[in-house]
């Protein structure tokens, strides 16, 4: 499955250069290792999408009962 998210500049540009190899989301949708992330960068200030994209695949998930820093209803998703 291929999930759409929104992502911040500054965090896209890190996961497209892979410097960054997580990230954190709510837990709104059944996110399962494998699944693919369609993360597109998106200009909260202009309220509208750049038109850049890049997508990752989930390699482990890690949840609240895990790890006690990640908040109630969030994932860390670790991407490929």
């Not at 896209?12 to 949708?29: G, H, M, P, T, Y």
């Not at 693919?36 to 509208?48: A, C, I, V």
Request: aromatic letters at 12%; charged letters at 25%; glycine letters at 2%.
């Amino acid at each position: 499955m291929t999930h759409d998210l929104k992502i911040w500049p500054k965090f896209f540009k890190q996961v497209a250069f892979r410097l960054k190899s997580s990230e954190i989301c709510l837990n709104d949708r059944d996110f399962q290792v494998g699944d693919k992330l369609n993360l597109r960068e998106y200009n909260f200030d202009l309220d509208s999408y750049t038109g850049n994209s890049v997508i990752r695949t989930i390699s482990c998930i890690t949840t609240h009962a895990e790890c006690l820093a990640i908040q109630e209803d969030y994932v860390l998703l670790s991407l490929l």
